[in-house]
C-alpha cells in the first residue's frame, strides 16, 4: 500500500516530537550586523574586554539615566558558541547598568566576528569612550600586541592613537603592581608614575606622592633632586638677593668710575669689591684713582 505524503509528514513530525528537533545552523549574519530585542540574561560579559573595574557610582547614575531614557546605543554582540545566547563584544557597563534599571530586554546589534576583531572592537570603543584607566588600556594593547603580533606602528594606526601615546602607554606596565594599583584606584596619574619607571624605590616614591598630593610638575623636581643630590645644595649656596643698601653703594661706585663694580659679602662684614675693566687704558684709569698719578 502506497503511503501517503502527508503521512510521512507526520511520522517526520511525530519523530521530531520524540527526540527533539535536529537544530539548524543559524543563518549568516550580514556584514554589518543585526539589530535585536535580547533579552539580558542571554547577553554574556567578554574575556576580551580589556576594562576590568566599573565605577559603582558611575553604574548608578547610568542606570537612572536607562530608567528615564531607555538605553539609547545598543549593546555590539555575537553569538555565543559555547554558552549560548551572545558575546558581548562592546557595551558591558551598558548591560551592568541596565540590569540595575531592571530591563528585562535591551537593543543588541549581533555579529559575527572573530577573536581578534572582538579583541579590537573592545579596546577601541572603550579608548575612543575614554573608559579605561590608564593600566587597563596599556593591557589591553599588550593583549593585541602578545596575541595577535601587531607592531606598535600597526596597532596605532587600528585604535587611532599615535605611536608615542601607545609606547607611553605601554611603558606603564614595567611599573611595580603596587605602583600600578594606585593608577587603577585613581590615585595616581600616568603623567605621576612615567618619573617612577625603572625605580628601586617607585612604591615608596608613589607612597609618598599620593600622600603629599605632590603635582606632575613637583614630581619632576624631586626626581631632579633625587637624581642629582649636589643640584639642592649648589642651589642653597647661591647668593641671596642683595639689600637696597649694597645694590645703592654698587651704583655709586659705577657712576664715579664709570665702570662696573659689584660686591660680593663673606662671613660677617667681610665681602669682596670687584671692578671690571675692558682694556689697558682702563686698568690705568684705576690704578690713578686708587694710587694717584705716577711719577717718573
Do not use: C
Amino acid at each position: 500500500m502506497m503511503s501517503l505524503p502527508q503521512q510521512k509528514g507526520r511520522l517526520g513530525r511525530g519523530l521530531a516530537s520524540l527526540i527533539g528537533e535536529v537544530p539548524t545552523a543559524e543563518p549568516r549574519l550580514p556584514a554589518h550586523g543585526e539589530q535585536r530585542l535580547v533579552s539580558i540574561d542571554q547577553l554574556h560579559p567578554s574575556a576580551f574586554n580589556p576594562r576590568k573595574h566599573f565605577d559603582d557610582a558611575e553604574l548608578a547614575e547610568l542606570a537612572n539615566s536607562i530608567k528615564t531614557r531607555g538605553l539609547v546605543q545598543p549593546i555590539l554582540a555575537r553569538p555565543d558558541q559555547v554558552r549560548g545566547g551572545y558575546e558581548i563584544v562592546a557595551g558591558e557597563r551598558r548591560w551592568r547598568a541596565a540590569q540595575r534599571a531592571a530591563l528585562h530586554q535591551v537593543p543588541v546589534i549581533v555579529r559575527e566576528l572573530n577573536d581578534q576583531q572582538v579583541a579590537e572592537a573592545a579596546i577601541i570603543e572603550n579608548v575612543q569612550r575614554s573608559d579605561l584607566n590608564t593600566i587597563e588600556e596599556a593591557n589591553g594593547y599588550s593583549e593585541l600586541m602578545e596575541r595577535y603580533g601587531y607592531t606598535q606602528e600597526q596597532l596605532s594606526d587600528v585604535i587611532g592613537k599615535s605611536r608615542s601615546h601607545l609606547a607611553n602607554t605601554l611603558r606603564l606596565l614595567k611599573l611595580p603592581e603596587g605602583v600600578q594599583s594606585l593608577i587603577k584606584e585613581g590615585k595616581l596619574t600616568a603623567g605621576h608614575a612615567r618619573a617612577l619607571i625603572g625605580r628601586e624605590d617607585a612604591e615608596t616614591l608613589a607612597k609618598r606622592i599620593v600622600e603629599d598630593e605632590m603635582s606632575v610638575r613637583a614630581v619632576e623636581s624631586m626626581m631632579q633632586e633625587i637624581e642629582k643630590p649636589g643640584a639642592k645644595a649648589a642651589k642653597s649656596r647661591e647668593p641671596a638677593a642683595k639689600d637696597p643698601d649694597t645694590r645703592a653703594f654698587e651704583k655709586d661706585m659705577s657712576d664715579s668710575l664709570g665702570l662696573k663694580v659689584e660686591i660680593k659679602k663673606g662671613s660677617g662684614e667681610s665681602g669682596v669689591l670687584t671692578i671690571s675693566y675692558g682694556n689697558f687704558e682702563q686698568l690705568d684709569y684705576i690704578r690713578t684713582r686708587l694710587v694717584g698719578p705716577q711719577e717718573y
